[in-house]
């Protein structure tokens, strides 16, 4: 059984070998893939690409939101407005 959600605001414990943005101890916002999920978990593992570094004046709690948030209104603007990004 895995650890539903998707969405995550945390700090990075380790990162792998090949990670260049990223180090331990950044404040991040991430987006898991549905495959894996683990939002819910004490512990998540992300690719660096699915991952933004979450500015000081954005608490964890909103944090967690903006990716959900931020994909629906890029696909509302693409899809449905036809904007080209």
Do not use: Q, W
């Not at 070998?17 to 939002?39: E, M, R, S």
């Not at 979450?54 to 964890?60: C, F, K, L, M």
């Not at 709690?61 to 990004?85: F, H, M, S």
């Amino acid at each position: 059984m895995k650890t539903t959600r998707t969405d995550v605001a945390g700090e990075v414990v380790e990162v792998g070998p090949h990670v260049k943005d990223f180090k331990a101890g950044d404040k991040v916002i991430a987006n898991l893939t549905h495959k894996y999920g683990g939002g819910l978990a004490e512990f998540a593992v992300a690719s660096e690409s699915s991952i933004a570094a979450r500015p000081s004046e954005v608490s964890a709690a909103e944090g967690a939101g903006l990716p959900i948030a931020g994909l629906t209104a890029r696909d509302a603007l693409t899809k449905i407005a036809g904007v080209k990004l």
